[in-house]
């Protein structure tokens, strides 16, 4: 089970960390990925860590670049995205989920996800 947390309302420029804590033994053995769905928008991939932390992959979006770094802590059973100089335009809600890290570098649905959290971002 995959739990989101972290979001709340922040203003334009700011940062923010958002956690995915995984429950169960398992957690170690997927890679986990986090989304974001807009308002009246498709839901849009970020980024995927391995399940090892040492490899991870970027959505190659333009406006993503350089803002966006995923992480995990397998001690925790938690996994990190940490973004920057936050948009207006970032305003989403923010889901986490596991799968394969090739399933995610395929852009296939992953299996499992969690419960998002709400990212607003004030201008």
């Known amino acids: 089970q995959l739990q989101a947390s972290g979001g709340g309302l922040v203003q334009a420029g700011d940062s923010l960390r958002l956690s995915c804590a995984a429950s169960g033994p398992a957690f170690s053995n997927y890679a986990v990925g986090w989304f974001r769905q807009a308002p009246g928008k498709e839901r849009e991939f970020l980024a995927a860590?391995?399940?090892?932390?040492?490899?991870?992959?970027?959505s190659r979006s333009r406006s993503l670049k350089g803002r966006f770094t995923i992480s995990r802590d397998n001690a925790k059973n938690t996994v990190y995205l940490q973004v920057i100089n936050l948009k207006p335009e970032d305003t989403a809600v923010f889901y986490c989920a596991a799968d394969s890290f090739f399933q995610f570098t395929i852009g296939g649905p992953p299996r499992y996800w969690g419960q998002g959290t709400l990212v607003t971002v004030s201008s």
């Open positions: 860590v391995s399940w090892s932390g040492d490899n991870t992959y970027y």
